[in-house]
């Protein structure tokens, strides 16, 4: 099932509209906190090692609508914490979506299947499910064993009750590419609509975790996952992000495409680095000094972060911005399109099996 024709033009013409006008620091997707608190203690998140005070606080969901008709960002990603804790989750998830949002919900799905009879599936409503590998690695990740069992068990649910599914995925130092391309293909037989996948990032909060990757080892490690991929793995992320992981396009971060909204207020300058909080969007916008942030700056905190929160917008921006983004794109999507289908032959091949005309594998 692929992105649907109405998100992708929603993108398009939020990114053209502005560039036509002359409005330069347009967001694509407001990253939403309702709260901070979760039942997981996952090693590399630093959300949870917040104050205890903030911990027991959250939005109401007067706050959350008013953040997003603020910001004006087409897409909201519900994060955390755990957003699924939250007691009006589904009024704030349903007034997002009564606003014209397409909206994300990110949960460790620990508490989904309890909550899927309270959500109403909706054609700009995508479950994103936290899922960092196959069984093994995604419990040693959280911390605790059984949740992945619990995941493939509500997304199978969610997929029965036609909800719009992804997973996200991030990956550690460590992580085995060979196994994390056997899960993408578990996951994708499961009927979700694509996969996201980011590096894990030494941000302050988290930065006792590890596990992180520098900028090279991460385009190291992309690379022997994403190459010669198949068809069937379906990606809700754009192809020059993918070819930037890769180290195959060079992008720099646009902190404000995605900007952070929680009970402390609007993040500055990103989701990841907390350098202080604003009272209001507008605040964010012309109060922060972004000549501080990005991999150009020089700034320590930005070095290796390759994370999609900061360069997917501008790979978004590259893609619709000019001429030679675009048809980087094209030519990213064919070239992979075409390894998939040799890897694919060369796998069917491997398995004693002929091609029937159908394209199904044969004895």
Not at 8 to 21: D, I, K, M, P
Not at 46 to 68: H, M, N, S, V, Y
Not at 86 to 100: D, K, M, S, T
Request: hydrophobic share 40%; proline share 6%.
């Amino acid at each position: 099932m692929p992105v649907p024709l109405s998100q992708t033009w929603s993108v398009v013409r939020q990114v053209v509209g502005h560039a036509l006008r002359g409005e330069r620091q347009k967001p694509l997707v407001l990253m939403l906190e309702p709260l901070l608190r979760c039942n997981l203690a996952c090693p590399g998140c630093g959300k949870i090692r917040q104050r205890a005070d903030l911990l027991q606080r959250q939005l109401t969901p007067a706050e959350c609508f008013a953040a997003a008709d603020e910001c004006g960002a087409p897409i909201v990603s519900i994060a955390g914490g755990e957003p699924l804790l939250h007691p009006h989750l589904a009024e704030i998830v349903e007034g997002l979506v009564a606003r014209g949002r397409f909206v994300y919900l990110c949960t460790n799905a620990v508490k989904l299947e309890a909550i899927l009879p309270a959500l109403r599936p909706h054609r700009r409503l995508v479950l994103s499910i936290h899922l960092d590998g196959p069984r093994e690695v995604h419990d040693a990740a959280v911390g605790r064993s059984g949740v992945y069992d619990i995941a493939m068990r509500a997304i199978r649910a969610a997929r029965v009750r036609g909800f719009r599914v992804a997973t996200n995925t991030t990956l550690f130092a460590g992580s085995d590419p060979q196994l994390m391309r056997d899960h993408f293909d578990r996951v994708m037989t499961l009927g979700v609509e694509g996969l996201m996948v980011s590096p894990g990032y030494a941000y302050d909060a988290a930065s006792g975790h590890a596990g992180f990757l520098t900028r090279e080892r991460t385009q190291q490690m992309f690379r022997q996952l994403l190459q010669r991929r198949p068809r069937t793995w379906r990606f809700n992320q754009t192809p020059l992000f993918l070819a930037f992981l890769q180290g195959a396009w060079e992008l720099e971060c646009t902190p404000w495409g995605t900007p952070t909204f929680s009970v402390q207020g609007w993040q500055r300058p990103c989701y990841l680095i907390a350098d202080g909080y604003c009272a209001t969007f507008q605040e964010l916008l012309q109060g922060t000094d972004w000549q501080r942030y990005g991999r150009t700056s020089g700034n320590p905190q930005c070095r290796d972060c390759m994370v999609h929160c900061g360069y997917e917008p501008s790979a978004v921006r590259d893609t619709l911005g000019s001429l030679r983004g675009l048809w980087a794109t094209l030519k990213f999507a064919v070239q992979w399109s075409r390894r998939g289908s040799e890897r694919d032959r060369v796998q069917r091949h491997q398995a004693g099996g002929r091609e029937t005309p159908c394209g199904c594998v044969g004895s």
